[in-house]
């Protein structure tokens, strides 16, 4: 018997096939809703090739009420939500901030909408550690713990900053509201899960991170020049206060970071704690040049590089402080970067044309023998 139903808002992407993997194999059933923006149906595919079940899936717009409406009242068993859809390319959001206002702020409303129209009350969201903007504005506070005030510099950040406050505002009202009217309020929760950088594959080779456009972060760009795909990685920027000038990211394993929301997922209908941020990371920082030698070790030989200037809105150092979540949530990364890279080496190299081609026979035989 399932454990619960989970709708997963951007479930066929990347972060969110992979949770929708995780709560399979941990016997939720799941039901993906995605417009395909940036992700493909394939990942259904890989999903039930890897754990032999398949989430049920609908081709909808997080923003479009109706649709959403339509997808709980055909599942009133969904009691949680899992919400990832949304737009995130930090460049881009300066370029086209009504865009990433109208479908990350704008559909989180609309899904919350519907979300209490068909009393699912327990919403677990995708934030992210863009919110506390350069915690090196305050002396001590890398690692960064959830207390480091929030101040995202740049657009993308704002809008998860905006959707932690509707979600905190809607989850609080609603309990307060019930709490009034003598009814039970302790079903309303909310995760704000702030992640630090994902990165990786699954060990099998078969799935991984396969975006619609020119990826932009580290690791699938360095994975692309490692193809030859692209001629050399641009390094943004030497000259930070870091060990060799290069920002400091905390590289957490794909694997691991679906992990991180089973275990949210459980500590809200467990506890029922009402609102809660936790950070999703491993604590450990890296620098541009060292993931650069990390994922060139894996590869075999040197990853050619050039050094051009800041990008607007980075910043210097992102590293978690994860305490709080290793001790309330009882998790914490148990892959290492080195693992991350290896893994995401496997699922390019095999894998040239991500999900636009069928994985390699060899890799499929080796997930059905269960050595992967
Ligand atoms: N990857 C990262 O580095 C990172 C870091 C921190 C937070 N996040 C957040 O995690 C979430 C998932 O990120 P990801 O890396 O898996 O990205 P992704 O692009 O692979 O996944 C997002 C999914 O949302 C879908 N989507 C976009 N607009 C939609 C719309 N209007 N309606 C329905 N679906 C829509 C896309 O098609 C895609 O499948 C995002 O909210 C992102 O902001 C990502």
């Known amino acids: 018997m399932a454990v619960g139903t989970v709708l997963v808002a951007g479930g066929t992407g990347y972060i969110g096939s992979f949770t929708a993997l995780a709560l399979l194999q941990n016997d939720y059933e799941v039901v993906i809703i995605d417009n395909l923006y940036n992700s493909s149906k394939v990942a259904l595919d890989r999903i039930e090739l890897i754990c032999g ?18 997808v709980f009242a055909k599942h009133p068993e ?13 460049g881009e959001s300066g370029d086209i901030p009504l865009e990433y206002y109208k479908v990350n702020v704008g559909g989180s409303i609309s899904l919350l909408r519907s979300m209490s129209r068909h009393n699912v009350a327990n919403i677990v969201f995708s934030s992210s550690a863009t919110v506390y903007g350069d915690a090196t504005r305050f002396p001590d506070m890398i690692p960064i713990p959830e207390t480091c005030p929030i101040e995202a510099t740049n657009t993308y950040g704002r809008t998860k900053v905006m959707i932690e406050t509707v979600i905190t505002d809607h989850i609080n009202a609603e309990r307060r509201k019930a709490q009034q009217a003598d009814k039970p309020y302790e079903q309303w929760n909310a995760a704000l899960l702030r992640y630090f950088n994902p990165c990786g594959a699954h060990p099998s080779g078969i799935m991984g991170e396969d975006p619609q456009g020119v990826p932009y972060n580290l690791l699938p760009l360095l994975g692309k020049v490692a193809t030859g795909e692209r001629e050399k990685l641009m390094v943004y920027g030497d000259d930070y206060a870091s060990r060799d000038g290069t920002a400091i990211r905390d590289y957490i394993h794909v694997l691991d970071l679906a992990e991180g929301h089973l275990a949210a997922l459980n500590y809200l209908r467990e506890h029922k704690p009402g609102v809660r941020a936790w950070n999703l990371g491993s604590g450990r920082g890296s620098t541009v040049f060292e993931m650069i030698k990390a994922f060139s070790k894996v590869v075999g030989h040197d990853l050619p590089y050039e050094v051009v200037g800041r990008r607007q809105g980075d910043v210097l150092d992102l590293t978690a402080n994860p305490a709080l979540a290793n001790k309330e949530l009882g998790w914490r990364t148990k892959l290492t970067l080195e693992d991350a890279c290896a893994d995401l080496w496997r699922w390019v190299e095999n894998n040239p044309k991500g999900y636009r081609q069928d994985p390699p026979a060899k890799l499929l035989e080796a997930l059905k023998a269960g050595k992967a």
Do not use: C, G, N, W
Not at 53 to 70: C, G, I, N, S, W
């Open 53 to 70: 079940k398949r989430p049920a899936f609908y081709q909808v717009d997080v923003t479009d009420e109706p649709a959403l409406d339509e």
């Open 78 to 90: 969904i009691d949680s939500v899992i919400h990832f859809a949304a737009l995130k390319a930090i």
